[in-house]
């Protein structure tokens, strides 16, 4: 992989990572109900998550360029529109009721984090539509999954701490509406951004 390469993809992940969905707000929720060292536990859970759903895509991801290398181009596409389709879609819902649900048990945080990540389809599709933009088919896989991975990996644990600390030291902040309102918004903004940059790097 490329230096730059892989720098825009530390860059690209940071951001999506950043985006608040479940995972996010899951930790949230955790670190305005518990504090942000017990959010840690449903960050490590997510991770893990990730992780599996990693490996899941990469298995995909391989078996697709075996199969139809020559497809593979189009697959890309189709990512940076899903990619501009979730932006939009992030933007709209910051008029939605943003509702924290802080009854949650204390018992065993990391298992939250797991079960809320594992089972989401939307996660999945959103990594399956993500790394194609940054692999070269005509390069070994396996080294550049051996990169992608184990970075991916790492800015989702760190970002998503960062979510648990600050969640964990401004909560009131963090329950206004408007806040949230803005986050999203911004977020789907830097998707659409992101996408449609990863559309134009297509031609």
């Known amino acids: 992989m490329e230096l730059h390469v892989y720098l825009a993809f530390i860059i690209a992940t940071t951001i999506m990572i950043a985006l608040p969905g479940p995972s996010v707000l899951l ?4 670190s305005i109900s518990f504090g942000w060292r017990h959010a840690l536990s449903t960050v ?10 990693l490996l899941i895509a990469t298995i995909g991801l391989t078996s697709l360029l075996n199969v139809v290398a020559d497809a593979f181009g189009w697959f890309r596409w189709a990512g940076a529109a899903y990619l501009i389709y979730l932006g939009i879609k992030q933007w709209r819902s910051a008029n939605e009721p943003l509702t924290f649900d802080t009854s949650i048990s204390k018992t065993n945080l990391f298992v939250q984090g797991l079960i809320i990540t594992i089972p989401n389809p939307k996660s999945l599709i959103f990594i399956a539509a993500f790394l194609p933009q940054f692999i070269d088919a005509t390069q070994p896989l396996g080294l550049q999954f051996v990169i992608i991975i184990p970075t991916f990996l790492m800015i989702t644990f760190t970002v998503t701490s960062v979510w648990a600390i600050v969640a964990g030291n401004v909560r009131g902040f963090l329950r206004s509406k408007r806040v949230f309102q803005s986050i999203f918004r911004t977020a789907g903004g830097l998707m659409i951004v992101a996408g449609l940059g990863l559309a134009m790097a297509r031609r």
Do not use: D, K, S
């Open 44 to 53: 490590a859970g997510a991770t893990t998550g990730i992780a599996i759903q």
């Open 27 to 30: 930790t949230v929720a955790h």
